[in-house]
C-alpha cells in the first residue's frame, strides 16, 4: 500500500480542520480549536489502488509559520485552502504556492497540488467567483475544486482529485476517473 503525506495549507479560519475533520470522520464541527494542528491517517481506495492518507492539517500561528517549509519538505501532496467569503485568503494562496515550488525545486508540472475554495455554502457572502478562482488556477497550472466541509459537498471529491493528482505527477500512472470531480480540469 501507498503511503501518500498530504498537507493541508491555507489562511486562518478558511476550513482546513473542518476539511479534514470532515473527510476522515464525516463530522462537522462548528469550533474547532483554531491552533491544533494534527496529523490523521485514513486508508482509501482510489482507482482500484489501496492508500494510507496521512492527513496534515496545519495552523496558522506564529510557529507554524517558521515551520511552514518544514512541513512542505516532509509533505508529497498538497491541498491550498482559501474561503469563498474571503478575498484576501485566496490572495494569499500565491505565496504558499511559490513557497511549494521554492521548498520543493520542483516545477507546478511535477508537485499534486489541489486549490480549494471552501465554504461554497455561503453563497450570499462570497468574495471571490469560481471563474475568477478558475482563471488564476489555470495560469499556475493548477486544478480547483469548490468544497462545502459544513453540506459535505465535493470533500471525498477533493481528496481523490489529489491523490490522482499525486499518481500522476509521482507515481507515474494515469488511470482516468469514471467520475469527473466537479470543476477540475486535470483529474
Ligand atoms: P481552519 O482555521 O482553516 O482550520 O478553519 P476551521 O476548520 O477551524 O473553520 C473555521 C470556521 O469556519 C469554523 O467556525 C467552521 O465551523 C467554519 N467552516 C469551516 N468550513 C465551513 C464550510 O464549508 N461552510 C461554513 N458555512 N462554515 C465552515
Ligand atoms: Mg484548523
Known sequence: MNNIKLVVLGAGSVGKSSLTIRYVHNEFIDRYDPTIEDMYRK????????FMLEIMDTAGTETFLAMRDLYIRN??????VYSITSKSSFLDLESVKDQILRVKDMPVSKLPILVIGNKSDLENERQV???EAEKAC?????PFMETSAKTNMNISSAFECLVREMQKKTLGKNKSSKKKANFCHIC
Not at 489555470?138 to 493548477?142: D, I, N, R, V
Open 129 to 131: 467567483q469560481s471563474q
Open 75 to 80: 509533505g508529497q501532496a498538497f491541498m491550498l
Open 43 to 50: 486508508v482509501v481506495e482510489i482507482s482500484g489502488d489501496h
Open 138 to 142: 489555470a495560469k499556475w497550472g493548477l
